[in-house]
């Protein structure tokens, strides 16, 4: 190690910083993992698709490969949107008040428009009216007997909105309305999914799927690991002989009938399920670290000085003893964040984890695996996957920086 005097005047975590700046496979790392967190923190605010789930698609431009654009006739739904605030819309995306249809071209024929769906070759007709606003759904006399929902005299137009009021337009407003917005050209970066969903916008909402169940597992695992963990070591004896022999049975059982028991017994699946599962599944791994650093360290100097001291064991184990094995759970974390990540993505595939339509990269693999051996379906498969592979990546790579980071022996220049 260099003796020179700015090194010899830094503190342990400035020396821990600078070896971790100077691994550059591990700055890569975290770089990536950083961009996720912001993506995760954005969420819908920089995804094409903004409706919840990124659920916004067309059958008729399923399984399009990437850079496929097209134009969209935007048709009014029949129904109240509630508009979310700007916070609200990037945690829980907006419900769109259209329903697209992809089309290659229309016409507009008096109050009447023509449309060629996208990959077809019939005409669908739809009134200008109906397109433009939201009328009233069910039967209703506001106009006429005849329950009409919209009628034209001269070059007025009277129409039912949601609420039965009669509103009135003109010809040269709908059509102006209808240029303005109905009418849309749409670009996907990644290409669509099976249900003409934009993939793209289904990865980024993928990412947050994969950071927070990592999170929180690895916040449920820590728990667990560092508590039982901790009492095992600085006690030993009978209460580390009963937790070892827990930690042998749950450690026998696979993660994935843990998980399936662990359904069963909630009654339930989908994501917080999988938040939990996940977590009790990885607990094990942290246990048997932190046992055996406290055994290590149960019979140093500064323990000796606490019991001397007067102070409870659980002030010792809390207050002196875990702070100084810090490094290696910061180590093991970053290592369980990325098994956590590839536990889920596998649960999701076998559908006992987030279930649809909200996006996982799982489900997205899974679903690709279903088209294999159809016309353009490669991309279904190779994008989530490739994300996936890339997230685990910058984990361990991180994971290894901080090992490296953390002993000691490693040269400071």
């Known amino acids: 190690m260099s003796n020179s005097p700015q090194t010899q005047n830094l503190s342990p975590n400035r020396y821990v910083r600078k070896r971790l700046l100077q691994n550059t496979p591990a700055v890569i790392g975290l770089v990536y993992i950083l961009i996720a967190v912001a993506i995760t923190l954005l969420g819908y605010a920089i995804m094409p698709d903004h409706t919840p789930n990124a659920n916004d698609g067309a059958v008729q431009i399923s399984k399009q490969l990437p850079g496929y ?3 969209v006739l935007k048709i009014r739904k029949n129904l109240h949107v509630r508009e979310r605030s700007l916070l609200g819309r990037m945690i829980y995306g907006q419900e769109s008040a ?29 009134d200008l009216v109906s397109i433009v606003h939201s009328l009233f759904v069910g039967r209703t006399l506001a106009l006429d007997t005849m329950g009409s929902k919209w009628l034209q005299d001269g070059d007025v137009i009277r129409y039912v909105d949601l609420d039965e009021n009669v509103r009135s337009t003109t010809k040269e407003q709908l059509l102006a309305s209808f240029e303005e917005n109905n009418l849309e050209t749409r670009r996907y970066l990644l290409g669509t999914d099976k249900s003409g969903r934009d993939l793209l916008s289904r990865l980024l909402y993928g990412t947050r799927i994969s950071l927070s169940i990592g999170l929180v597992s690895v916040l449920i695992s820590m728990f667990l690991g560092v508590l039982l963990g901790a009492l095992a070591g600085f006690f030993g004896r009978r209460v580390d002989s009963l937790i070892l022999w827990f930690m042998s049975v749950v450690w026998s059982i696979p993660g ?12 339930s699946r989908g994501v917080w399920v999988a938040f939990v599962a996940v977590g009790l599944t990885m607990w094990v791994d942290v246990a048997r670290v932190v046992r ?38 910061i180590v093991i974390a970053t290592a369980n964040f990325a098994a956590a990540i590839l536990l889920e993505a596998g649960l999701s595939f076998l559908g006992l984890s987030v279930q649809p339509p909200t996006p996982s990269w799982g489900i997205m693999i899974y ?7 159809t016309v353009d379906s490669w991309h279904l498969i190779l994008f989530p996957g490739l994300a996936i592979s890339f997230m685990v990546l910058s984990f361990n790579l991180l994971g290894n920086g901080l090992r490296d980071a953390f002993d000691p022996k490693t040269t400071v220049q």
């Open 69 to 71: 654009s097209t134009q």
């Open 367 to 373: 679903e690709g695996y279903n088209s294999i051996g």
């Open 256 to 267: 994935i009938m843990l998980v399936i028991a662990i359904s069963l017994a909630l009654q």
């Open 98 to 126: 259209y329903t697209i249809l992809p089309i290659d071209e229309y016409r507009v024929e008096g109050l009447k428009v023509l449309a060629r769906p996208a990959k077809n070759a019939g005409w669908d007709e739809f």
């Open 292 to 329: 055996g650093q406290i055994l290590s360290a149960r019979e140093k100097l500064y323990v000796e000085a606490a019991r001397a001291f007067g102070l409870s064991n659980l002030r010792i184990i809390f207050r002196h003893m875990l702070p100084n094995i810090g490094g290696p759970l």
